[in-house]
Nanobody, 118 residues
């Protein structure tokens, strides 16, 4: 069974940085896309960043220029480098994976809390 485990969340001051990690139970190359979404209380999940199995990346407008998604295929791990964090980035961040471009479901991790506050 596919398992995605996030880590690296925590409390950071505005302007600071965090790096989130998502460790997958198997090869991340098997997914069409793997990346990150976030969900604040009372809100729908919001796509943040993703990377396809051929290396294409996509970012939400709100994080472009600040966040970078990358992958380490050898270690079955996806990262989200978050720089210049803002209070509005506060959310639970979830690793998620789309098995194929035609899939109507995604796998989700348990989430890791990111809080940006002074």
């Amino acid at each position: 069974q596919v398992q995605l485990v996030e880590s690296g969340g925590g409390l950071v001051q505005p302007g600071g940085s965090l790096r989130l990690s998502c460790a997958a139970s198997g090869s991340i190359s098997r997914f069409y896309r793997i990346g990150w979404s976030r969900q604040a209380p009372g809100k729908h999940p919001e796509f943040v960043a993703g990377i396809t199995n051929d290396g294409n990346t996509e970012y939400a407008d709100s994080v472009k220029g600040r966040f970078t998604v990358s992958r380490d295929n050898a270690n079955n791990t996806v990262y989200l480098q978050m720089n210049n964090l803002k209070p509005e980035d506060t959310s639970i961040y979830y690793c998620n994976a789309l098995p194929s471009a035609r899939s109507n479901y995604q796998y989700w991790g348990q989430g890791t809390q990111v809080t940006v506050s002074s």
